[in-house]
């Protein structure tokens, strides 16, 4: 599949942050639809799988992704969910800058935490999509959010994150602890949420999908995708156009 072609752009948070970030424009003629796409833990706005999902969403509107602040070429360091709302909201201000009447948040895991909150805490967007996303912080059921915890909280585990991943994590310990996803989807109503979720994640099992959609209010849709397993890596090109005809149909 030819990747469609895309513009980077450096974009600015409301607390100073660089945010790198790319935009895709909409093969489909939908010039009013702008959609933002928000990446996981560790995870690149460069990275193929990222770039492949941003292609295909680029059928049903104009694209902007970007890399959460502490991730790739972006400044900052991670705050893993709390802070990176004002990443999420510096996009979504450049797609309504650049001509982008209705907006659409898609996130993976950490960053479909981020555009519940944001979509809570900031408002302004007209559709949300969370994607493998925690309903709940602090959760280490799952061997690999062990190891997540274990990159987060010691010092040897950043270094192997800057090292192995470019991905710059904060020492702070959050304070106060930001609202939790399942509270902040309460929130966001009247704005439609979509909850995605994959009965093989091997991050964060079906309970989190099924408290963060209970914890919403109207209108707001739950998948569980038989099969499908964690975030960017695991997404089919089929599912990301259910997700784009989802979009479209709430935005039209």
Request: aromatic residues 8%; hydrophobic residues 40%.
């Amino acid at each position: 599949m030819p990747i469609a072609p895309s513009f980077p752009v450096m974009l600015r948070t409301e607390d100073g942050v660089r945010i790198d970030a790319v935009h895709t424009p909409s093969r489909a003629g939908a010039t009013g639809v702008g959609i933002v796409v928000a990446h996981g833990f560790t995870g690149s706005w460069r990275e193929r799988t990222a770039r492949r999902i941003a292609h295909v969403l680029s059928g049903y509107g104009g694209v902007v992704a970007f890399d959460f602040r502490g991730h790739g070429h972006s400044g900052g360091e991670s705050t893993v969910g709390d802070l990176e709302i004002l990443d999420a909201d510096a996009a979504v201000r450049h797609a309504r800058v650049i001509g982008y009447d209705k907006i659409a948040v898609v996130g993976f895991s950490m960053g479909a935490a981020v555009s519940v909150r944001h979509a809570a805490l900031k408002r302004g967007v007209d559709a949300v999509v969370a994607v493998s996303g925690p309903a709940r912080w602090y959760y280490r059921g799952t061997k690999p959010m062990r190891q997540v915890h274990w990159a987060i909280e010691r010092p040897i585990g950043r270094w192997a994150a800057r090292v192995a991943k470019r991905t710059r994590i904060a020492r702070a310990q959050w304070d106060p602890v930001p609202m939790p996803p399942h509270e902040a989807a309460g929130l966001i109503t009247p704005t439609p949420l979509l909850v995605v979720h994959g009965d093989a994640d091997s991050f964060f099992p079906l309970e989190h999908a099924h408290q963060l959609y209970d914890g919403a209010r109207e209108p707001k849709q739950l998948w569980i995708e038989p099969g499908y397993g964690h975030a960017e890596s695991a997404a089919t090109p089929e599912l990301i156009r259910r997700i784009g005809k989802w979009i479209s149909s709430n935005l039209s």
